[in-house]
């Protein structure tokens, strides 16, 4: 088993996948029987909120980072051996927190847990890169698009400015006969490739069932990826449903999409299929002039 048990889950381009990642990855290790914490250090868009479902005046981390609580008070249980440490919501609060706290909370953590993991917010911001040198190390999330693997450099960049250390790139919501290399990808950032995750619509129908996916539909694509991903993080053993198929998404069930469709559109990435063909060598150039200009 690996030393690394305090994992920051960041991106470049929002959107990616990022929660869905750290709760599911929490959840996988959770139920084969590690103790978990995730932390929701995205403080100005509070993400796991809605796993937990906080009365409006309930503790978060901003109380714990503004020194008014301490972190087993903005503590709470998510499931079996995982709790999550939500942000609130409250911008009034955001303005009163300060980041450097953060490093308190994540020590705390990190003796009373077998495994950390730290939603990172996305972009470049103070509170952004703190968490990418607190943590042991860093996953990579992007999906196979140009944009978000371009904007994947700069998160390698802040982690390497600020003395952390990158595990990997987890590529999300890939689809099969996408002309994309995975592997190709991850050898033009020059870091391993640790796992892809499928595009599955039960990854937002969980979302809106306020359980995490790898719980809400066990056996589904991505959540068979997502159990993989952390035994391969990890070294944990994680048994549970597996299907012998490489990932390819979910059928197009017509009733599975009108839910789909039917959901509120704020988080959207790019859904389009357009242009996802000819991707390839738009991503491989988007990364030469990031590589160049840098
Ligand atoms: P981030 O935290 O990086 O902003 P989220 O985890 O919130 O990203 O995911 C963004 C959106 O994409 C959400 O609506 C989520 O349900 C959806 N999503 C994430 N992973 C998948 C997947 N594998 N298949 C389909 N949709 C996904
Ligand atoms: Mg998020």
Known sequence: MSDETVYAIASGKGGVGKTT????????????????????????????????????????????LAGAASTDDATYR?????????????????????????????????????????????????????????????VLVSTPEPAAVNDTKKTIELTERSGGNVAGLVLTRTRSGSDISHDDLADRLEVPLLGTIPEDPAARESVYAGTPLVVFNPDGPASVAYRRLAAEL?????????????????????????????????????????????????????????????
């Open 21 to 64: 990642t750290t709760v599911n990855l929490g959840t996988a290790l959770a139920e084969a029987g590690e103790r978990v914490a995730i932390v929701d250090t995205d403080l100005g868009m509070a993400n796991l909120a809605g796993f937990v479902s906080l009365a409006p005046d309930s503790t978060t981390l901003h109380d714990v």
């Open 78 to 138: 998510l499931a079996d051996n995982i709790v999550a440490i939500p942000s609130g919501t409250s911008l009034d609060e955001y303005a009163e927190t300060s980041p450097e706290g953060l490093r308190e909370v994540v020590d705390d953590l990190r003796d009373r847990f077998d495994y950390v993991f730290l939603d990172v917010g996305a972009g470049i911001s103070h509170e952004t890169v703190l968490p990418l040198g607190l943590a042991d190390a860093v």
């Open 234 to 294: 990890t070294g944990v053993e994680i048994l549970g449903p597996d299907t012998s198929d490489d990932g390819e998404p979910a059928g197009d069930d017509p009733a599975t999409q009108a839910v789909v469709e039917t959901v509120s559109s704020d988080t959207e990435s790019n859904d389009s299929d357009d242009g996802r063909e000819a991707a390839h060598d738009e991503v491989s150039s988007a990364i030469t002039e990031a590589e160049s200009d840098s």
